[in-house]
């Protein structure tokens, strides 16, 4: 199989936090939630608010990876009419408008299977698509979508655990690209926090195995634990926390109050702020 | 094709054709790989088995009868009917079996607490009835539509010290609670063993409780051996997850003159989609760590099941029966809770056993074809269950106040 190139939006991405000397603000937010018009708002407004690399999640009906926040983000959006289709029509619009942001699509598998493989990748790297993070597609899966989306030019991520060992890390490496996904936490998404402690062993841990940036996520809440996060990693992900905000945003009626997506986006602004600031100081 | 086995799989990746595998997240995946490791050792262990055989006999009372149901038989004026009766197991069904073989595995991992999921409430009673004999702390994950709907299970796994978790998310039944379960096992890995209890989840579990449940159909051998001096020519069972019908089914597989047919809940009937047949009404999909047929749409979304009966209401099935109905091996067809609720009254009456509502499904077909087989056609069903857990469910339904 001939490899086709990719994006290089995400190794770009990288490459100028690098120089610039910080860590990168990733963020979480489930395509169609609550609606598509309101999901479109916050996610055409993350770049400006600060977020450096943006995931979009694909909902799904049974996501037995992710805590409380985010199955009912995948419910919302299922509830408002949210397919594989919507989904990558947010895409399209989120390229159009920002050329350089890398966007990864993240989710579980199914909806991508039924979708099709193929279309899919075709599909989605038609929408400006850098990416690709699904849950349950460990590397002993890769015939299913891993290796086709490398070959297409799509970068595949994989997460890395507390409970993938040195002996495992090699093959979780393999067949990867863009960066790593390091899970903080044994357990769900929104759920637990890990130490500072733990988070530098493991970035540097690592580090020991890839080249790749290393991505921290599961159990960043604030901007201070943002910063703290991205003082050793090469980034920060927030999801469950910003969703928490936009559920906040809801009215009674489940209905999004006219000022959600503007407080969403101040969320984000307040973590980017301490992202940026956390190596102040700190660097020669 | 024809294969020279159909009892090979599945293979080292867990893939029985292009079903099964394990699709789970990597915090699991190491897990996963120790629970493969630990069951490969075991099943080689002949320790092992001399334990598992020890339980069965003092403490589930296996073997279980083989029955002919001669007043059933005579009913339908037509092929020989036999009951494999593990309703007589202790905790009242099949469930047990699997549960045995991976609680001494458990023990064997050095795992200091059980999670288990379950709808009916019968795997739930089985895994806290292990869990209660080897002094371990189980938690049990229930739909709360299910809680609502099996009460005495739900009180009986209290009594055997369970704890009990309600699951509200999605609809509330055994698709949700495996999920909540799979978050339990998720956060934590070191501690906990997760007993499922179906042919489902990531390799090696499809593999590991078919083996477990297989004594099911390695002693009907024995028995009609003795019985008929032969094997029998059609087996019967009904079908949720399918353990108790590939425990059946598993040592005849390659016996050619044996059929073999899966019954799968048909709810208010498959033209009205509320109804729990993967097979019949379902495409292939991946969920809880195995690609098989399930019951979606066409975004990939998993539907809700129906069934009069909770342990049937599933919307997939093992990966394993999702491969013998790809290659025909074994029949899978459907029986409405209408259907079974008839089969369940009429096996009360005639036979003076209440069986649950879930082989009441299984039996609903054989009422269908026994009487247009000749007298010498011997059928075996796998009475895999009793109805005590279902009465007040079918009390409201007949519209009796108990």
């Known amino acids: 199989m001939t490899k086709a190139a990719d994006s290089g939006r995400i190794a ?31 996610l055409l407004g993350l770049p400006e608010a600060g977020a450096d690399l943006v995931e979009l999640g694909m909902p799904f009906s049974d996501p037995m990876a992710d805590g409380p926040a985010i199955q009912a983000a995948g419910l919302r959006a299922l509830k408002a009419g949210a397919s594989m289709k919507t989904t990558l029509a947010l895409a399209r ?113 690592l580090k020991r195995h890839t080249d790749l940036p290393v991505a921290v996520g599961f159990g960043i809440n604030t901007p201070e634990q943002a910063a703290a996060v991205a003082r050793t990693a090469d980034a920060a992900v927030v999801g469950s926390a910003l969703i928490a905000r936009i559920a906040a945003g809801l009215d009674a009626a489940g209905r999004p109050r006219p000022d959600l997506a503007r407080g969403a986006l101040d969320f984000v602004r307040g973590l980017a702020v301490g992202v940026r600031g956390a190596r102040e100081g700190t660097r020669p | 094709m024809t294969l020279n086995t159909y009892r090979g799989g599945p293979d080292e990746h867990g893939h029985f054709g292009i079903f099964g595998g394990r699709f789970v997240a ?65 905790t009242g069904s099949h469930k047990i079996n699997n549960c045995m073989g991976q609680i001494l595995l458990a023990q064997r991992m050095g795992k200091q607490r ?55 998310s999605g609809t509330g039944t055994l698709k949700d609670a495996m999920n909540e379960a799979l978050r339990d096992w998720v956060a934590n890995v070191d501690t906990t063993y997760y007993l499922i209890g179906t042919v489902a989840g990531p390799h090696p579990y499809p593999a590991m409780v078919r083996d477990f449940q297989s004594i099911i159909g390695r002693e009907v051998r024995e028995q009609m051996q003795e019985a008929e001096g032969r094997l029998p020519d059609t087996l019967v069972a009904c079908i949720g997850g399918g353990s108790n019908a590939i ?32 097979l019949n009404g379902g495409q292939p999909g991946v969920l809880h760590g195995n690609r ?22 599933y919307p997939g099935i093992g990966p394993e ?24 009254q009429l096996c009360a009456r005639i036979e003076g056993i209440i069986p649950a509502l879930e082989p009441a499904h299984a039996l609903a077909h054989v009422g269908k074809i026994a009487g247009g087989l000749p007298k010498d056609h011997i059928i075996v069903m796998n009475l895999c269950g009793r109805g005590d857990k279902d009465i007040f469910t079918v009390a409201q339904i007949l519209g009796t106040k108990l």
Not at chain 1, 159 to 173: E, I, N
Not at chain 2, 257 to 274: D, F, K, L, Q, S
Not at chain 2, 300 to 310: F, K, M, P, R, V
Not at chain 2, 334 to 342: F, G, R, V
């Open chain 1, 93 to 205: 619009e989120f390229r159009a408008k920002d050329s350089e942001t890398p966007l990864v699509l993240m989710g579980y598998y199914n909806p991508i299977y039924r979708y099709g493989v193929g279309r899919f990748l075709a599909d989605a790297k038609a929408a400006g698509v850098d990416g690709l993070i699904v849950v349950d597609l460990p590397p002993e899966e890769d015939q299913e979508l891993c290796l086709p989306a490398l070959a297409s030019g799509m970068n595949f991520i994989r997460l890395a655990t507390p409970t993938t060992d040195d002996k495992r890390l090699p093959a979780v490496l393999r067949n990867t690209n863009g960066f790593v996904y390091y899970v903080s936490i044994m357990g769900i998404t929104g759920t637990r926090s890990a130490s500072d402690e733990h988070i530098r062993d493991a970035v540097s841990r």
């Open chain 2, 114 to 168: 059980i999670i288990a999921e379950t709808g009916a409430g019968q795997h739930g009673v089985a895994a806290a009835t292990v869990a209660a004999l080897f002094g371990l702390p189980c938690v049990v994950y229930m739909g709360e539509t299910d809680i609502a709907r099996q009460q005495p299970n739900v009180f009986r796994m209290k009594l055997l010290g369970a704890e009990v978790v309600p699951v509200t």
């Open chain 2, 247 to 278: 425990g059946l089914f598993h040592p005849f597989l390659d016996d050619p003159g044996v059929a073999m047919v899966g019954v799968e809940a048909a709810g208010e009937g498959i033209e009205t989609g509320r109804h729990a047949a993967s």
């Open chain 2, 292 to 313: 098989t047929y399930l019951l979606q749409n066409e975004d990939g979304q998993i539907a809700d099941a129906h069934s009069i009966s909770a342990g049937l209401d």
């Open chain 2, 321 to 344: 029966h999702a491969w013998l109905h790809d290659s025909g091996r074994v029949t899978y067809v459907s029986a409405t809770d209408q259907e079974a609720l008839t089969a369940f």
């Open chain 2, 26 to 90: 990597e915090t699991l995946m190491p897990l996963v790989l120790e629970v493969e490791r630990a069951y490969n050792a075991a099943k080689d262990d002949p320790a092992f088995a001399a334990e598992l055989a020890r339980y069965h006999t003092h403490y589930v009372g296996r073997p279980s009868p083989l029955y002919l149901a001669e007043r059933l038989t005579r009913h339908f004026k037509g092929a020989k009917i036999y009951f494999k009766r593990d309703e007589l197991n202790h």
């Open chain 1, 12 to 42: 770009r991405r990288f490459a100028a936090l690098a120089r610039q000397g910080r860590g990168g603000l990733v963020t979480f937010t489930m395509a169609g939630d609550p609606d598509f018009a309101t999901s479109r708002d916050i």
